[in-house]
């Protein structure tokens, strides 16, 4: 059970560059939820999924695009990569069932620096 | 808006010395409270959580009591190891069936031998 999986670990992208941060989990949890982490701030939520298919905004979507075509993959992408998108970048899910269903599992993050 | 504060780090002790980290909430509604931790170069663990008034989360000797009155969520452990140093998040759900988590700013704690 490798639980939530993020690739790559690391990125530097230049200025107008585009890229895609995969997100992978085989717990079969139906919520998925991106988040970034800026320096000497707490996460904020970028996108979150509630299933294959369904996908919302969160507090900062600006500038990032989601898709959730099968319940385990939830990449994020980035069209025009600008120095504001230079961050900690890290997926969570949740599960729907069971005792923990309050609970969010994280990926180890993805570290993106555009230049 | 709902929103989390945390005591600003960072929190440098002695090994075995008592841990305090603060943390207060916002919030319109009852949210559950949740305290994460971040060990270096790893994501985000759950350490414990608590979902209504007065209860109490405790994991690896870490307590939190979940305080109404106060709108507070405070961590504490008695004796700290070096094997604690890690960012410590206190977060709040939103309720509701998405569960958003809504995250403190963070507290970096170092702890020396």
């Known amino acids: 059970n490798a639980g939530v999986t993020q690739t790559p670990k690391f990125r530097i992208l230049k200025i107008g560059q585009s890229m895609t941060l995969q997100c992978t989990q085989d717990m079969n949890h139906n919520y998925m939820y991106w988040y970034r982490q800026d320096p000497g701030m707490g996460l904020k939520l970028i996108y979150y999924?509630?299933?294959?298919?369904?996908?919302d905004k969160g507090e900062v979507p600006n500038g990032y695009n989601v898709s959730r075509s099968t319940t385990e993959d939830f990449p994020l992408r980035l069209e025009l990569a600008a120095p504001s998108q230079t961050s900690v970048y890290f997926c969570?899910?949740?599960?729907?069932?069971?005792?923990?269903?309050?609970?969010?599992?994280f990926g180890p993050g993805t570290r993106l620096t555009v230049l | 808006g709902d929103s989390v504060t945390q005591m600003e780090g960072p929190v440098t002790l002695s090994e075995e010395a008592f841990l305090t980290i603060n943390c207060t909430y916002t919030a319109t509604g009852y949210p559950s409270l949740f305290w994460y931790v971040q060990y270096p170069g790893e994501g985000l663990q759950l350490l414990l959580k608590a979902t209504k008034a007065d209860d109490k989360g405790s994991n690896k000797g870490f307590e939190a009591t979940y305080r109404k009155e106060t709108t507070s969520f405070h961590l504490e452990k008695g004796s700290v190891q070096v094997s604690d140093s890690a960012v410590y998040f206190c977060a709040l759900s939103e309720g509701g069936g998405y569960n958003k988590l809504i995250f403190g700013a963070g507290t970096r704690l170092a702890v020396h031998p």
């Open positions: 999924s509630v299933g294959a298919g369904i996908t």
């Open positions: 969570a899910s949740r599960p729907t069932s069971g005792g923990s269903t309050d609970t969010q599992y």
